[in-house]
């Protein structure tokens, strides 16, 4: 059986949480908190699998909580809340996973279940958004034009296709793949390829060349 303590302001989402859980017997819902700190407090003494945990809340929020229960319970956060700030943020603070409120029953259920076993649980929003922002970040290590560089590379030109299709010297390629072999710390073309995509920086969609 899965111990549960719920999270949450708000009363009413409170006893919906409770009623659901409750009646499913593979679950036991140990407690109820309204703010942070009562939810730190309740964990450490009733130590449930799963914390479902709302984000926003007066007092200590969510985010604070989860810092505080790191190795006490596994976090399930679940908000209406999608942006990637507090996706960053509640991933980053040690939660296990990231649901949205609208999410249907039985999606819920199962993430409950996989943050017990201490699975990653992403809504798909959250993991778009997440995806987004990583690639964001990857694809600053590299300039537009080692970008460009790498894009022909991964398509299967060698250094003559590429300086013809970006109109540069053979020696000016050589150049900028030896930049990216540095900022990628990797040692040939094939190796910064499968880095890229490791990355994001790459998408398979982009493996395409036209001499």
Do not use: C
Not at 117 to 143: C, D, F, I, K, N
């Amino acid at each position: 059986m899965i111990k549960v303590l719920v999270v949450d302001d708000h009363p009413v989402v409170r006893d919906g949480l409770t009623s659901m859980f409750a009646q499913d017997p593979g679950f036991e819902v140990v407690g109820e908190a309204g703010d942070g700190a009562e939810a730190v407090r309740l964990a450490k003494a009733l130590r449930p699998d799963v914390v479902l945990m709302d984000l926003r809340m007066p007092g200590t929020d969510g985010l604070a909580a989860t810092r505080e229960l790191a190795g006490v319970a596994h976090v399930l956060v679940l908000t209406t809340y999608d942006n990637d700030n507090d996706v960053v943020a509640a991933i980053e603070a040690g939660a296990t996973g990231y649901l949205l409120k609208d999410a249907p029953r039985d999606e819920l259920v199962r993430a409950v279940r996989a943050t017990a076993r201490g699975e990653a649980v992403l809504a798909p929003a959250a993991a778009a958004l997440l995806m987004r922002r990583v690639r964001s970040a990857a694809a600053e290590v590299l300039s537009p034009r080692e970008l460009e560089v790498l894009r022909f590379v991964a398509g299967g030109a060698t250094n003559r296709d590429v300086a013809k299709g970006l109109f540069i010297t053979e020696a000016t390629v050589k150049s900028h793949l030896l930049n990216i072999y540095a900022k990628l710390e990797v040692g040939d073309r094939a190796a910064a390829v499968t880095e890229a995509f490791h990355r994001g920086l790459l998408v398979p969609r982009e493996q395409r060349f036209s001499p």
